[in-house]
T-cell receptor
Framework: ETGVTQTPRHLVMGMTNKKSLKCEQH?????MYWYKQSAKKPLELMFVYSLEERVENNSVPSRFSPECPNSSHLFLHLHTLQPEDSALYLCASSRRTGGNYGYTFGSGTRLTVV | EDQVTQSPEALRLQEGESSSLNCSYT??????LFWYRQDPGKGPEFLFT???AGEEKEKERLKATLTKKESFLHITAPKPEDSATYLC??????????FGTGTRLQVFP
């Protein structure tokens, strides 16, 4: 399997639930990213991991908790979310940070918080 | 503050009717400008990277150009399968990609 794979594709969760989003890349990239995409807003960068180390956290609420156990896998742990957190969550990877390399995106997880 | 503005927000074209999408940017130290295509329910798909003013790249019916302040995505004789949202992003000295809100293109037969 190649590219960037995200699971699940769709997720509906209550505000008191705990769930995790998973991202896996088979491109040999060593930087991975979480983005949030809401209607009529630009993609918002949430977290950046380079060589499994978190290098950026864009003032994301603590109810979102990322984890990068190795260069191929990235998780986003969710707990006590709010309805305004409903959005498309995209994972991306690139060859590395510090260079002008394009990102390869997964298909996203459509999250609905009820 | 680094910023990307795309226009128009939405564009409806008849099949074969050529047009252009605009991406204006203000950024300190541009390292690259990226165009992506996004279909409904899918992640963005990479199209082009442009690095310096005057550069042009082509792929099938698409041609991207870059000046010091903006980029254009020209679509020549579009087909219905070109319908998608087209995203522009810039990469500055901070490494991260800064995206615009996109142009939603619809091409009718």
């Amino acid at each position: 399997e190649t590219g960037v794979t995200q699971t699940p594709r769709h997720l509906v969760m209550g505000m008191t639930n705990k769930k995790s989003l998973k991202c896996e890349q088979h491109l040999g990239h060593n930087a991975m990213y979480w983005y949030k995409q809401s209607a009529k807003k630009p993609l918002e960068l949430m977290f950046v991991y380079s060589l499994e180390e978190r290098v950026e956290n864009n003032s994301v609420p603590s109810r979102f908790s990322p984890e990068c156990p190795n260069s191929s896998h990235l998780f986003l742990h969710l707990h006590t979310l709010q309805p305004e957190d409903s959005a498309l969550y995209l994972c991306a990877s690139s060859r590395r940070t510090g260079g002008n390399y394009g990102y390869t995106f997964g298909s996203g997880t459509r999250l609905t918080v009820v | 503050e680094d910023q990307v503005t795309q226009s128009p927000e939405a564009l409806r074209l008849q099949e074969g009717e050529s047009s252009s999408l605009n991406c204006s940017y203000t950024v300190s130290g541009l390292r690259g400008l990226f165009w992506y295509r996004q279909d409904p329910g899918k992640g963005p798909e990479f199209l082009f990277t442009l690095y310096s003013a005057g550069e042009e790249k082509e792929k099938e019916r698409l041609k991207a150009t870059l000046t010091k302040k903006e980029s254009f995505l020209h679509i020549t004789a579009p087909k219905p399968e070109d319908s998608a949202t087209y995203l522009c992003a810039v990469q500055a000295t901070t490494d991260k990609l800064i995206f615009g809100t996109g142009t939603r293109l619809q091409v009718f037969p």
